[in-house]
């Protein structure tokens, strides 16, 4: 599965990732609405599937696999967005798709620098992490803003 020409934690960008979607996906199971644990577990399967499905023979080439993977997930972050309407998946379904035309550019033309390639999916990745992360957040002021209006009511009440 691995090779000797790429490392799956070589780069700090890997690295990053890694932390980044520990602690976000972490956060969402954690302290996250129904919505972003599903979204966050959408992730996590993803990013274990992804090094396991990935050409590593020829990791400069269109991957294949990966696409197919990433257009599940936005199929899922499009699925939640339709039956919760939240902002913070508009988001998330944008960079997922700018993720997925990554890959169709790549197929388009594969002259594309692999390395331009592999660094515009990571910058997706992290666009989708700070979406999710906001989706939290957006979530805990939901929940506040439900509470402190309960409460006003059973002081009326």
């Avoid at 700018?98 to 620098?113: T, W």
């Amino acid at each position: 599965m691995f090779n000797d020409n790429v490392l799956f934690l070589a780069t700090a960008a890997q690295i990053g990732g890694v932390i980044l979607n520990i602690v976000v996906c972490g956060a969402a199971i954690w302290k996250g609405a129904h919505t972003e644990r599903v979204a966050a577990i959408s992730i996590v399967i993803a990013s274990i599937l992804s090094p396991l499905v990935q050409n590593w023979t020829d990791w400069t080439s269109p991957q294949w696999n990966i696409l197919i993977i990433d257009a599940a997930n936005l199929g899922v972050f499009l699925y939640l967005l339709v039956r919760t309407h939240r902002v913070w998946l508009l988001f998330g379904c944008a960079f997922q798709l700018l993720a997925i035309l990554s890959h169709v550019g790549m197929l388009i033309d594969p002259s594309v620098v692999a390395r331009a390639y592999i660094s515009t999916l990571y910058l997706m990745f992290y666009g989708l992490m700070i979406a999710l992360a906001a989706g939290i957040w957006e979530g805990r002021l939901r929940d506040e803003r439900a509470r402190v209006a309960s409460a006003e009511r059973n002081v009326l009440a």
